[in-house]
């Protein structure tokens, strides 16, 4: 039984930066995909990043493109989110799912999900 775990939400002022954490557990971490995606009050989740199960290859959303980068460490069973230069319009419920091997850009694809944190960005 795959368990996600999110960490590193809070409260920050406009221009500053959060270091999300997702760590896996009950299985290989190295055998999964790992996407993060957000979902503001009132609108739909979509895709923030997503990165492969060896970290080469990733993707990002254009919103958060030179912003946000995403890593994983397959030792420690995390995936890594560094936000940076935040704006408002980053507030949301940050979640993390795991999918094997490659990642796509569609929730609906990925097998397991965490209970997501909160990122709120004051202006």
């Known amino acids: 039984q795959v368990q996600l775990v999110e960490s590193g939400g809070g409260l920050v002022q406009a221009g500053g930066s959060l270091r999300l954490s997702c760590v896996l557990s009950?299985?290989?971490?190295?055998?999964?995909?790992m996407g993060w995606f957000r979902q503001a009050a009132g609108k739909e989740r979509e895709i923030v990043s997503a990165i492969n199960w060896n970290g080469g290859s990733a993707h990002y959303a254009d919103s958060v493109k030179g912003r946000f980068t995403i890593s994983r460490d397959n030792a420690k069973s995390t995936a890594y989110l560094q936000m940076n230069s935040l704006n408002p319009e980053d507030t949301a419920v940050y979640y993390c799912d795991a999918r094997t091997v490659k990642y796509s850009v569609y929730e609906k694809e990925y097998d397991y999900w965490g209970q997501g944190t909160q990122v709120t960005v004051s202006s």
């Open positions: 009950g299985r290989s971490f190295s055998a999964y995909a």
